[in-house]
């Protein structure tokens, strides 16, 4: 079955970088969408950045555009999520999950309902 493995969360000063990595297993992504969805306290989740792993097409969200960067390495079979310039509001449980999406899609990457498998989340905090 499939199975997404978060990791490289933490503690960081604001301004500061964190790399996280999710190991991915079980099926061949490449008709895939692969994204990184936050949710913060009291807040609805929320996709951040994501890539078509087949084509490596990405997308990411304006809060955090400039900042975050999505890749895939398909020798480890992991997407990592690149953050720098890290902000208090970007404290939150990070997800990694996936889209079922033969070609790229926009629309799908960027939607939460899109996303049928899910990792167990690892949490960023951010402090001032």
């Known amino acids: 079955q499939v199975q997404l493995v978060e990791s490289g969360g933490g503690l960081v000063q604001a301004g500061g970088s964190l790399r996280l990595s999710c190991a991915a297993s079980?099926?061949?992504?490449?008709?895939?969408?692969m994204g990184w969805i936050r949710q913060a306290p009291g807040k609805e989740r929320e996709v951040v950045a994501a890539?078509?792993?087949?084509?490596?097409?990405?997308y990411s969200a304006d809060s955090v555009k400039g900042r975050f960067t999505i890749s895939r390495d398909n020798t480890r079979n992991t997407v990592y999520l690149e953050m720098d310039s890290l902000k208090r509001e970007d404290t939150a449980v990070y997800y990694c999950?996936?889209?079922?999406?033969?070609?790229?899609?926009?629309?799908?990457?960027?939607?939460?309902?899109?996303?049928?498998?899910w990792g167990q989340g690892t949490q960023v905090t951010v402090s001032s």
């Open positions: 890539v078509h792993w087949g084509s490596d097409t990405t």
């Open positions: 079980g099926r061949t992504f490449s008709n895939y969408i």
């Open positions: 999950a996936a889209a079922f999406s033969p070609v790229p899609s926009d629309i799908a990457a960027l939607d939460i309902a899109s996303y049928r498998f």
